[in-house]
């Protein structure tokens, strides 16, 4: 009883977890909130680079998640991560 009850606690908490992304639209009006925060306006090139950098900021954190010892996509090739 004890078990099942563990069981649906962490099937719940995964529901939970698989509702929490964020939609694209979602993302860009945090980003913006984000941008406005540290003083810069909408329409201005210092803005324009703020949201740049949250964005690559976003692709390099999504890569090194990706593949965390430096290894591409290619990486089966050389025998995969060491």
């Known amino acids: 009883?004890?078990?099942s009850r563990l069981f649906v606690a962490i099937g719940a908490a995964l529901l939970?977890?698989?509702c929490a992304t964020?939609?694209?639209?979602?993302r860009r009006a945090a980003d913006d909130l984000?941008?406005?925060s540290y003083g810069f306006r909408?329409?201005?090139?210092?803005f324009a680079k703020c949201?740049?950098?949250i964005d690559l900021d976003r692709a390099?954190?999504?890569r090194s998640r990706d593949y965390p010892y430096g290894f591409?996509?290619?990486?089966?090739?050389?025998?995969?991560?060491?």
């Open 51 to 53: 949201r740049l950098d």
């Open 42 to 46: 909408p329409g201005t090139d210092a």
């Open 72 to 82: 591409g996509p290619r990486a089966w090739y050389w025998g995969g991560p060491w």
């Open 60 to 62: 390099a954190e999504r």
């Open 34 to 36: 984000r941008c406005r």
């Open 1 to 3: 009883m004890r078990f």
């Open 16 to 18: 939970v977890g698989a």
């Open 22 to 26: 964020t939609s694209p639209a979602e």
